[in-house]
T-cell receptor
Framework: GENVEQHPSTLSVQEGDSAVIKCTYS??????FPWYKQELGKRPQLIID???NVGEKKDQRIAVTLNKTAKHFSLHITETQPEDSAVYFC????WGYGNKLVFGAGTILRVKS | DTAVSQTPKYLVTQMGNDKSIKCEQN?????MYWYKQDSKKFLKIMFS???????INETVPNRFSPKSPDKAHLNLHINSLELGDSAVYFC??????????????FGPGTRLTVL
């Protein structure tokens, strides 16, 4: 089955700097890769996603890149702000198995002001 | 007007008890899920239902039994609770086939503490 590895497990950046979180997946048939943000005590919320027919997607300060050959995808946050502090999860889905998402272990992002 | 809702938000109970968590979505989605988030924040799928039919059943003890009375509701019943069941349980849902079956929307979570 699918396995998703996520790095780093914790990341501290200064406000205004960029943050990059990387994930690798094992199943080459995976075709959908969402990123979720979870604030303390709250639900995971989708912040951006990418499908396997696209190499990059941007939404304001957030971007995701996908390298299908290498089976890895990354989240890029530019001009970080204190409210970006949260746990970020990547996930991968292999079509045909009930829309099952396999999550990475999460990255705790701390933005220092 | 909450999209995916769960009750209760907190559940504290003794080992050996039986408890239920309820989930409802008003998004018109066909598919619903239960996830378990452990103390290390790891999110793992437990079950998924599509139009009241079980489609994903991960390696979960059979003390856990999901029930979907209709496609807007997915409840989770847990028998003979154990200490290791302490976690946050999230319900989620995703849109009907043909629209987009990708995005999953999570409920607020139920924090279960077994003493």
């Amino acid at each position: 089955g699918e396995n998703v590895e996520q790095h780093p497990s914790t990341l501290s950046v200064q406000e205004g700097d960029s943050a990059v979180i990387k994930c690798t997946y094992s199943d080459s048939a995976s075709n959908y890769f969402p990123w979720y943000k979870q604030e303390l005590g709250k639900r995971p919320q989708l912040i951006i996603d990418i499908r396997s027919n696209v190499g990059e997607k941007k939404d304001q300060r957030i971007a995701v890149t996908l390298n299908k050959t290498a089976k890895h995808f990354s989240l890029h946050i530019t001009e970080t702000q204190p409210e970006d502090s949260a746990v970020y999860f990547c996930a991968a889905r292999t079509w045909g198995y009930g829309n099952k998402l396999v999550f990475g272990a999460g990255t705790i992002l701390r933005v220092k002001s | 007007d909450t999209a995916v809702s769960q009750t209760p938000k907190y559940l504290v109970t003794q080992m050996g008890n039986d408890k239920s968590i309820k989930c409802e979505q008003n998004l018109g989605h066909d598919t619903m899920y239960w996830y378990k988030q452990d103390s290390k924040k790891f999110l793992k799928i437990m079950f998924s239902y599509n139009n009241k039919e079980l489609i994903i059943n991960e390696t979960v003890p059979n003390r856990f039994s999901p029930k979907s009375p209709d496609k807007a509701h997915l409840n989770l019943h847990i028998n003979s609770l154990e200490l290791g069941d302490s976690a946050v349980y999230f319900c989620a849902s995703s849109p009907p086939s043909g629209v987009s079956t990708d995005t999953q929307y999570f409920g607020p979570g139920t924090r279960l503490t077994v003493l």
